[in-house]
């Protein structure tokens, strides 16, 4: 040693910490507007809790209003949260707030990172206003200077004090507000946004869990209240497990038990729009109170799609405990132990557990081997089902539905005859110029030009009904663009859908591009709605629907005239009632109401909210004695919504050979295309299955599925066009040249697959995963 | 070359048979065994066979082929499950055949009426070709070996390989199917029992009433296909 320290220090004092430390530490704890509430709301919660110790009660619950006032490009946007808790004194308010690291959640069980509410300063300016025992403080930490100010000092309550914090005179209570200015973008969240995802973050999931609530968190904005509830997924409990993590048990005794719960969801469940924070499937790691995380323990696990079916919770006071002992140590000056090196959370609440603290490992090995063992074994159960992967799957999907959409055109025109209709200069014309409709049915309509009749600049058109007739025909299409007639190829078609409201003779349908310029008008007839063919006396118009989570859906229900519904029954008998809801998985909102609607029958709007994913749910109705049921699926937001949403095309990876070919069109199902999966080509590119195939989400991987699907496609194009539509092709043969004929052929293929080709690699590989390769290869000097 | 046709037709054997009997042999000696043929060549086949039966009533047109007969006479002989088809204005949904009653029917009962020289039935070389190319598959070795393990892991992929269609284009594997199947009935024995199986093993594909469905193209079908 060089350097010698002896004898007593002349000055021994705390190190300063530079504002521009904790202006680092609070930027990155508080990186969106999420990480504020989850803060504002804690602190309520730990609030409630801290009273009921003093009360000497075990559990505790209390009430939370959360107003929110969104803003946006020019105002700012401001939250509040309310509560009728503890209070704060002056004296609190300066400690929490005015120092910096030090542990605030005094006797509740939650962290102890004493961060927290006044990181949210490096969003915007916080202020607290608290009463307690009488006395009303009020402060504010600057956004930009982050000073910490004081308004009032322990100041008699007044009535308008109390009013501000919402609570009755002579109670205790706080509110604390976050004004974020409209410069600061990125944290202005919308509402519903808020109502959807606040129940989901990992965080609250504990203290708004729908039956063992510790708060009632209500959400006020401009439009809607809601009280904000978190509904766990339905799933079959797979496995349970209660252990010691014994190195800790001498020191922590029975706070070193760890309690795990698994459970398995039937269906997939949601990702969160892939933010882990708000992630229905996974694992929630929960100390004394608080949730750390939610995942599977280890990465590669998350990144599994077997994952995705996975749920439930690891709880271990040990946590707590051991983060608690790290204060401890830190406060004496302690250094630390080699069991409690550091914190095991990431203070910063980004991270969650922290993976190289050594009681993680034990806290997660009996687990991680009961989740790894999971999913190996689904994974080889699907032995004979598809290769493709959850993400792949969901891209095939969308493939599915956009090469659906490209082949439109083979048959869009088909309900009208354009034969011998000539259409001169300036000419527009819908074909036939009248027609009928009925009530309640729906309608293509289209109108016919030349392309050099367009105005210039416009490739759109859109229709009116005439003035008067508004209520009679409901338009279904806004602007639509040209279509190429295949019928003739010199005309041009806009192609619109109606629906009729309201019977009515003579309606003028027209036709503009530039607004107060009709270009053509279309006559039609409402026609009165034709007879119901009923099967029961009431009935849902679907056997089966599906509803996105937190999504709200209106079911049609039909009930025979005058059988079920007659003119002369009262309000209330026209009222049916609901039965058999789950309400866990399901809520319906406001009545059923019938109304005769057609000759033979009336109809009732039942509105239904999904709220946990669930399938096969029951919903029965009564009306005038007699019962109808449905069942609805509630399914994830990346899932179909609905049959009608579903494209007639259907891709997929299966583990199969077809000799030469890569694919095939399954002859029973003519519109599945099954890609041979182990087909050398592929099987090259595809890696194990043991693995997972994961060569799947290579690039290289991707853009050779694009050029097979795009090949696939063209082959059912052609096939489909020769079949039913021969003339499409006409020309392509002269039997006097076959070099010509082949050629005529091959320029065909190119064109059509022009049609596919760049949607179908878009879709695949997306340009910004696309130029982050290129870059990563881009020889580019600085 | 018509006109020795139509002299050969006038032999007094033909002024015995009836409208059906007509009708069948019309139809097969256009092509009818292997391909759907339209209505007006079928009526018009069956004219120059017998004009005073299928021929406007009135003498001064006599001349003119009556398709209504020959249309008429169909639609009963589909009835019996002799021919499949439809009348239609469109020429794409237009056409008949012969299923294999119908065609038994003219082989056995009709034998000495339908063979004529320049008759479209007649096997063409290309589909003598074909039967052999089909003899010489791994598939038929198999099915003639009777290799129960290596058939079951043949799947209907493997019948259309061997017909030459895209699986994109259903109806055409059926179509195809039928036709190769009617040709073998005559040309190949064992081709015939070979196809004979895997009609049986892919009824669900290869039926009469799929078979039906497939001679409809009309264009209003791509919305449905769709």
Redesign the interface.
């Known amino acids: 040693m060089i350097i010698t320290n002896t004898g007593k220090p002349l000055i021994s004092k705390d190190m300063k910490v530079a504002k521009r430390v904790y202006r680092q530490l609070s930027d990155e704890s508080m990186s969106s507007l999420w990480e504020a509430i989850i803060e504002f709301v804690t602190n309520v919660d730990d609030s409630y809790e801290r009273l009921s110790l003093i009360k000497k009660e075990k559990k505790w619950f209390g009430k939370c209003l959360f107003e929110y006032f969104p803003g946006g490009k020019k105002n700012s946007t401001v939250l509040a949260i309310k509560d009728q808790a503890e209070g704060m004194s002056y004296e609190t308010l300066e400690k929490c707030f005015g120092n910096y690291g030090e542990k605030q959640s005094g006797t509740a069980s939650r962290g102890i990172a004493g961060r927290g509410a006044k990181d949210a300063a490096s969003i915007g300016d916080v202020s607290v206003i608290s009463i307690k025992d009488g006395f009303f403080s009020q402060i504010k930490i600057d956004h930009l200077t982050r000073k910490f100010q004081v308004f009032h000092q322990k100041v008699k309550a007044k009535s308008s004090h109390y009013r501000m914090i919402g609570v009755k005179n002579g109670k205790n209570g706080t509110a604390i507000q976050l004004e974020i200015s409209a410069e600061k973008s990125g944290y202005h969240l919308r509402t519903s946004d808020l109502i959807k995802k606040i129940p989901l973050h990992y965080a609250l999931s504990e203290i708004l869990h729908h039956e063992k609530k510790t708060i009632s968190l209500k959400l006020k904005s401009k439009n809607d209240d809601s009280i904000l509830s978190y509904y766990e997924p339905e799933g079959e409990l797979i496995d349970e497990k209660s252990f010691y993590v014994n190195k800790y048990k001498e020191k922590f005794g029975e706070d070193s038990k760890v309690i795990f719960k698994l459970f398995k969801s039937k269906l997939p469940l949601d990702s969160g729009e892939g933010d882990k924070r708000f992630r229905q499937w996974g694992v929630s790691i929960i100390g004394k109170k608080a949730v750390h995380e939610k995942s599977l323990l280890d990465s590669t696990y998350d990144i599994a799609p077997e994952g995705k079916y996975y749920f439930g919770y690891l709880k271990s006071n040990l946590i707590t405990r051991l983060l608690n002992d790290y204060d401890e140590n830190q406060s004496k000056n302690k250094s630390a132990t080699k069991e409690n090196p550091h914190a095991i959370i990431d203070l910063k609440r980004v991270d969650g557990l922290k993976r190289d603290h050594p009681a993680v490992e034990e806290l997660f090995r009996i687990p991680k081997e009961i989740i790894k063992k999971c999913i190996l074994e689904d994974r080889n159960s699907a032995e004979n089902k598809n290769i493709e992967n959850e993400n792949t799957k969901e891209t095939l999907d969308e493939l599915a539905k956009e090469c659906a959409k490209l082949m439109d055109d083979l048959y869009e025109e088909d309900d009208t005859d354009i034969e011998g209709i000539q259409i001169d200069q300036n000419q527009w014309r819908f074909i036939p110029p009248k027609q009928n409709l009925h009530v309640g049915k729906r309608k293509f309509i289209y109108a016919y030009t030349r392309k050099e009749n367009l105005s210039s600049n416009l490739d759109t058109a859109y229709i009116e009904v005439s003035k008067g007739s508004e209520d009679c025909v409901i338009i279904h299409s806004k602007k639509v663009k040209y279509k190429e007639s295949k019928k003739k190829k010199n005309l041009i078609f806009f192609k619109f859908e109606i629906e009729g409201t309201e019977p009515k003779k003579d309606i003028s349908i027209n036709v503009f591009q530039k607004e107060g310029q009709i270009r053509t008008s279309l006559k039609i007839n409402v026609l009165a709605e034709e007879n119901r063919n009923f099967q029961n006396e009431l009935e849902f118009e679907k056997d089966i629907y599906n509803i996105k989570a937190n999504k709200v859906k209106k079911l049609k229900i039909f009930a025979k005239v005058p059988e079920v519904v007659t003119n002369k029954m009262s309000n209330e008998e026209l009222t049916a009632k609901v039965f058999n809801v789950d309400t866990n998985h399901l809520k319906t909102i406001g009545q059923c109401k019938f109304s005769i609607c057609g000759p033979n029958y009336a109809i009732g709007y039942l509105q239904v909210e999904g709220r946990t994913l669930s399938a096969n749910n029951e919903i029965t109705i009564q009306l005038n004695g007699k019962r109808a049921s449905t069942f609805i699926n509630v399914l994830n937001k990346d899932e179909e919504d609905d049959e009608e949403d579903k494209s007639k095309f259907n891709f997929q990876i299966l583990p199969n050979k077809y000799g030469k070919s890569r694919y095939q069109w399954d002859p029973n199902n003519p519109n599945s295309l099954e890609i041979a999966g182990e087909h050398d080509q592929l099987r090259r590119y595809l890696g194990k299955k043991e693995n997972g195939y994961p060569g799947q989400e290579t690039s290289c991987f991707k853009s050779l599925l694009a050029e097979i699907i795009t090949e696939a496609m063209i082959q059912k194009r052609m096939t489909l066009n020769s079949r039913y539509d021969p003339s499409t092709y006409v020309g392509l043969v002269d039997k006097s040249n076959i070099e010509d004929t082949i050629m005529n052929f091959m320029f065909k293929v190119d064109e059509e697959k022009s049609i596919f080709l760049e949607k179908i690699h878009k879709i695949l590989l997306k340009d910004s995963i696309l130029n982050d390769e290129i870059r990563k290869f881009s020889k580019i000097l600085n | 070359m018509m006109k020795k046709m139509v002299s050969n037709l006038k032999d007094k054997k033909f002024t015995k048979l009836s409208k059906k009997e007509i009708v069948l042999i019309s139809l097969y000696q256009s092509g009818g065994n292997k391909k759907r043929v339209h209505t007006e060549e079928v009526s018009h086949r069956a004219f120059q066979i017998n004009r005073d039966l299928f021929s406007w009533k009135l003498k001064k047109f006599k001349n003119f082929p009556d398709i209504t007969q020959a249309y008429k006479t169909l639609t009963h002989l589909s009835e019996e499950k002799k021919v499949f088809g439809t009348k239609n204005e469109d020429p794409?949904k237009d056409g008949w055949i012969l299923t294999d009653q119908g065609l038994s029917f003219c082989k056995n009962d009709l034998a000495e009426f339908i063979d004529i020289k320049k008759n479209k039935s007649n096997p063409q070389q290309h589909e003598k070709s074909y039967l052999i190319s089909i003899k010489q598959s791994k598939f038929y070795k198999e099915w003639n070996s009777n290799n129960e393990k290596k058939l079951n892991e043949r799947t209907?992929?493997?019948v259309?390989?061997i017909l030459k269609v895209?699986?994109?284009?259903?109806?055409?594997?059926i179509e195809k199917f039928y036709e190769t199947k009617t040709f073998a009935n005559e040309l190949n024995e064992n081709v015939h029992d070979f196809l004979k199986y895997i009609e049986e093993k892919h009824n669900?594909?290869f039926n009469e009433e799929r078979r039906k469905e497939a001679l409809n193209?009309?264009?209003?079908?791509?919305?449905k296909?769709?």
């Open positions: 794409n209907i992929y493997d259309a390989d895209l699986t994109s284009n259903t109806p055409r594997l669900d594909l193209k009309s264009k209003k079908l791509l919305k296909v769709l």
